[in-house]
């Protein structure tokens, strides 16, 4: 730490200052025990939790209620405000800003999570239904990158909850109830990708391992494994290289391009509808057999429950 001094405060002894530095590195909002490196400008509430490593730069903020888990970073001029929690090894760049004070209820974040430059996470919401003084709830799974300039909102009514779980790229925006990745069966962590400038409508499920593309409007549910684009987007295949990049084997990935040409390429996607198609996939004992397969036709099914939107447009292919 460099300790200015101006002209009206002049001592007689370096001594002076040297025993003013000690003092200064003993006050809570910049110890450096246990790891922990505070920055003398931040301001960290003493009642705020703080793990062991974490890293607060100049000009941050750390509320009361706010939980920093081990090792988490906080750049310069980022803030975590009301009752937040980050998990482990979380990065807070520049600018961002997670949580609210003034807004009941909580924002979890968790572990392994980059909230990128000028980001704004746990805020409130834009729904017209929000009723001031309720519990509003986001829930933020595991190994994310939000980039910069995104948004993420709370839910809008007590019972709803915002769940998070892919990578959200630059100038997004997640609004109030929306249940996007949903939790796989299988162990594979779920991945989903969006590029810039996409659209996605409420009550709309974004299914594990799949792709939106730039510019995609979605107002409809997105199946596990597909790839959609367009201004009302289109299921356009399978999202392939997502699945490689994701270790999916070979022999899955083959699987599951079988299932999606019997859905969605053969001629009986023009002359059979959905509920047949699906039927005839789950036949095939060997094709059906194989777990991924199921996760993609059951992904699909529930698609087509009560209160859900639909799968998104598809166009009607003909031969193989």
């Known amino acids: 730490m460099i300790l200015r001094l101006t002209p009206r405060r002049r001592f007689p002894s370096p001594f002076i200052a040297l025993s003013l530095r000690r003092l200064s590195s003993s006050l809570p909002n910049i110890t ?21 490593g974490v890293s607060v730069g100049p ?16 750049y310069p001029s980022s803030h975590v405000f009301g009752n937040t929690e980050l998990g482990d090894s979380c990065v807070v760049m520049i600018g961002a800003v997670v949580g609210d004070d003034d807004l009941p209820g909580y924002t979890v ?6 909230i990128g430059h000028h980001a704004v996470v746990g805020v409130k919401c834009q729904d017209m239904k929000y009723k001031a003084g309720d519990d509003f709830f986001l829930h933020i799974g595991d190994n994310n990158e939000i980039r910069e300039f995104c948004s993420i909102h ?30 796989s069966l299988f162990v594979k962590q779920d991945y989903t990708h969006t590029a810039g400038a996409t659209v996605v409508h409420q009550f709309c499920h974004i299914g594990s391992f799949s792709f939106i593309g730039g510019g995609s409007v979605v107002s409809q549910d997105v199946p596990k494994y597909m790839m959609v684009t367009g201004e009302r987007a289109e299921i356009r295949g399978l999202n ?11 022999s899955e990935i083959r699987s599951l391009r079988r299932a999606y040409r019997k859905i969605f390429i053969s001629g009986d996607a023009v002359s059979l509808g959905m509920e047949e198609r699906l039927a005839k996939t789950e036949q095939d004992k ?25 799968i998104s447009k598809f166009r009607h292919w003909s031969g193989s």
Request: aromatic share 8%; net charge positive.
């Open 32 to 52: 450096e025990d246990v790891g922990r490196s505070i920055h003398p400008t931040a301001i960290v509430h003493p009642d705020a939790v703080i793990g062991k």
């Open 59 to 74: 000009f941050c903020t750390v509320g009361s209620s706010a939980k920093l888990g081990n090792g988490c970073k906080l």
């Open 109 to 114: 974040v968790g572990c392994n999570n980059v």
């Open 154 to 183: 709370r839910s809008s009514k007590p019972t709803d909850k915002t769940v998070w779980r892919w990578l959200l790229t630059d100038m997004s925006k997640i609004s109030s109830l929306y249940e996007v990745c949903s939790y």
């Open 240 to 250: 392939l290289e997502g699945l490689r990049r994701s270790e999916f084997t070979i």
């Open 286 to 310: 060997d094709l059906y057999g194989v777990p991924v397969v199921r996760e993609m036709v059951q992904s699909i099914r529930d698609s087509f429950s009560e209160n859900r939107r639909g």
